[in-house]
Structures are given as structure tokens and as C-alpha cells.
């Protein structure tokens, strides 16, 4: 078993490992050592990369797997599972390729909780559904360990999170395929930072997936059976900028890449500001004023469907953001 690595020997080239077998039996140290390595790299990458969650690498192999057989299909095979026109669904889901004048080469297949029954995804092979239906609940189960995680790092109520957000209908999952790189041009996903709370990777033996830190890409290497996590817009506003919303960008490399992306979400009518715990409490004045959820993202939406001009009238968390007085 891989040990999480401690703060200090952390090379800076890499993002912290941490070891969640801890939380599945009584370690109170290792529990407590897993805690400070998550609350440091939420403080400074914003990234980190867990081993040991209790979602078995078969699995994670086996959608991978099947991922790359749905998207080796011809297209007008994929097309059939083209989002509906006029669903319900908080976002569309069912396969979309990103328009061809997108700076982001990739395309994808967006699925909700099957329970909701908004998810458009091939019967055959039989076991598609069912792998990925068990990633989504595998992954569900670690947000909600993380969350619980991130109640102790952030010195909240231990079930804050899991009351803060009761409501688990908008969380959702993408499996994701890159393009490979062209001779002139190698943009998979431009540089971004979630809207969400948190987001869970996991990845083929590609690579591509970089984090910035203090001005530097550092690369988020695959590494069979670990899951990658970061911190998003919610937790970032939540934490007054205690925790960092992690800069990151998938670049293409030589061959496809494949990914499931996991969005640990909010419900959309949620109002976000940053927390007393992180303001009143500790004489610190919001760096941020409130907002309803469901605005941001819609702001987030129309940088896509209408894209500005000028890179600098895109909007992202800034938006929100309260200059200091001088
Ligand atoms: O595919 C990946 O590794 C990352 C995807 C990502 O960052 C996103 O979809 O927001
Ligand atoms: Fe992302």
C-alpha cells in the first residue's frame, strides 16, 4: 500500500497523494494525517490526488474500457444519443462533441443519477450502463467522505456540507475523449477553474491534465487506481479564498486521451457567500458578495454559447468578487 507522502518531503512537481484507508477502519493518526495533507493542498494547489477510496481499479479500468468503445463508434452511431431538445435535465445529457470553432478538442457523454432518468446511454454492450451507473455511486460515496473530510479542514460541523447541499439531483458525470494533438495546435481543454464544489478525475495512461501553481503547469500524471481532486468555485467563495479554486487545462498529447470527469454539485436555487467561520468570525472582511447558484452557472453557460470578444469579459468567480477598500 502506497503511503501519503508528508507535507514537507512533497516534491513541489507533483500534487499531494493522500491515503483515505484511514476512514475505512480506526486510525485516528492516519485519519488526522490524511486531514492536514487535504487542508494544505486546498490551501495551495487546490488539487490533490487520493489512493485508497474504495472504488476498485477494475472498475475504473472497465469504464475507461468501455468509454473508448463508444467513442471509436462511428458518428452517426454516437448521434443517436444526441441530448433531447427540451429535457429537464439541469445540463444536456447524452453525447456532444464541442463545436468545431471550440478552442476545447474533445467530446463527451454527460450522464446524471440513473434514478433521475435523464441519462440517454447505449444498451449495448449490457454492462455499459451498469459500470457506469457503479462509477457514479462510487464517486458519490468519496464526495461525500471528501465533504466530511473538508467539514474538519475548514473547522465547520461535521455534517455541514452533507445539510449545506441536501439536494444531490445536479450532480453529474462526463466520460470524456481528447483528440490527439495536431503538429501546429494541442489545446484539449483550455484553462479553467470549476464552478462546482468538487471535481473527481480519473484517467486513462495518457496524461495531459495540469494544475497551476505559483505561475507553473504541474502535471497531474496518471497514476492506475488514484483519483483526482479539486477544489471548485463554491468552496473557494465559502472559504473567503482560504481554499483556492485550482487554475487547471487538459493539453493534448500524441493519441486520445480518456477521462470521467465527476461534478459534485449544488442545488441551484443555493445562495453562496463566503461563511461567518471565514469573515465575521475571525474579523475578516467577505472578499466576495453573495449570489444564487444558478445565476453563476448561467453566466458560466453563456461564455460558451456566446462567447465574448475579448478574453477579459468572460466571466468567472472574479465576477463576484468585492475590491478591497483602500
Ligand atoms: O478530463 C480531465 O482530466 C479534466 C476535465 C475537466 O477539468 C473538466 O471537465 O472540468
Ligand atoms: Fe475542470
Known amino acids: 500500500m502506497k503511503m501519503a507522502s508528508s507535507m514537507a518531503s512533497e516534491p513541489s512537481t507533483t500534487i499531494p497523494t493522500v491515503d483515505l484507508s484511514p476512514f475505512f477502519h480506526e486510525d485516528e493518526a492516519g485519519r488526522k494525517q490524511a486531514t492536514e495533507i487535504i487542508h494544505h493542498a486546498c490551501q495551495t494547489y487546490g488539487f490533490f490526488r487520493i489512493v485508497n477510496h474504495g472504488m476498485s481499479t477494475e472498475l475504473m479500468a472497465q469504464a475507461i474500457k468501455l468509454s473508448k468503445a463508444f467513442f471509436e463508434l462511428p458518428e452517426e452511431e454516437k448521434l443517436k444519443f444526441r441530448p ?80 449545506y447541499n441536501k439536494d444531490r439531483r445536479t450532480d453529474f458525470m462526463a466520460a470524456l475523449r481528447y483528440f490527439p494533438a495536431t503538429g501546429v495546435e494541442n489545446n484539449g481543454l483550455s484553462e479553467h477553474q470549476d ?20 505561475g507553473e503547469w504541474i502535471s497531474a500524471d496518471p497514476q492506475e487506481g488514484s483519483i483526482i481532486v479539486n477544489v471548485g468555485d463554491i468552496i473557494q467563495v465559502l472559504s473567503n479564498n482560504k481554499f483556492h479554486s485550482a487554475m487547471h487545462r487538459v493539453v493534448r498529447r500524441g493519441r486520445h486521451r480518456h477521462s470521467f470527469a465527476f461534478f459534485f454539485n449544488i442545488d441551484g436555487e443555493k445562495w453562496i457567500e463566503p461563511l461567518p467561520q471565514f469573515t465575521s468570525k475571525i474579523g475578516e472582511a467577505p472578499s466576495y458578495r453573495g449570489f444564487r447558484y444558478k445565476e453563476y452557472l448561467q453566466l458560466r453557460l453563456r461564455n460558451k454559447t456566446h462567447p465574448p470578444s475579448r478574453p477579459e469579459d468572460v466571466i468567472h468567480i472574479s465576477h463576484y468578487a468585492i475590491s478591497p477598500c483602500k
Do not use: W
Request: charged residues 25%; negative net charge; proline residues 9%.
Open 195 to 214: 464552478g462546482n464544489c468538487l471535481t473527481f478525475v480519473f484517467q486513462d495512461d495518457v496524461g495531459g491534465l495540469e494544475v497551476l501553481k505559483d
Open 84 to 163: 433531447i431538445v427540451g429535457s429537464e435535465a439541469p445540463l444536456p445529457a447524452g453525447y456532444s462533441r464541442q463545436p468545431d470553432h471550440s478552442p476545447d478538442k474533445n467530446e463527451y457523454l454527460l450522464m446524471f443519477s440513473s434514478e433521475l432518468g435523464f441519462n440517454l446511454l447505449p444498451a449495448d454492450p449490457p454492462e455499459f450502463r451498469s459500470v457506469l451507473d457503479e462509477c457514479f455511486t462510487q464517486l458519490a460515496r468519496i464526495g461525500l467522505l471528501v465533504e466530511e473530510i473538508l467539514n474538519e479542514c475548514m473547522g465547520l460541523p461535521p455534517n455541514f456540507f452533507k445539510e
